[in-house]
């Protein structure tokens, strides 16, 4: 029932900005935290950001602090990652995602790809 559902990746010069978004349901929305992470060619999955229940509190890789922001719109079962400053380094599969009932659920990703 729980379903995620990425979109807005794309192709992107260095230096540009994209806004990633996710689309939830199947679940109480407000109830629960959410997370973005990524994934590049032959690396690991990594958590990029997460935001908390009412969106008061948010927390960053190293990597991406100062350049990502992610913020939730409760009302549209919607989290985002506004991406600025992309660098080739950033080209990776996009997830978001949720930990419902000890489960982790993902969406299917989005691509992003930096590259001049």
């Known amino acids: 029932q729980v379903q995620l559902v990425e979109s807005g990746g794309g192709l992107v010069q260095p230096g540009g900005s994209l806004r990633l978004s996710c689309a939830a349901s199947g679940f109480t929305f407000s109830n629960h935290g959410l997370s973005w992470y990524r994934q590049a060619p032959g690396k690991e999955r990594e958590l990029v950001a997460t935001i908390t229940r009412t969106g008061g509190s948010t927390n960053y890789s190293d990597s991406v602090k100062g350049r990502f922001t992610i913020s939730r719109d409760n009302a549209k079962n919607t989290v985002s990652l506004q991406m600025n400053t992309l660098s080739p380094e950033d080209t990776a599969v996009y997830y978001c995602?949720?930990?419902?009932?000890?489960?982790?659920?993902w969406g299917q990703g989005t691509q992003v790809t930096v590259s001049s």
């Open positions: 995602n949720v930990r419902y009932w000890g489960n982790n659920y």
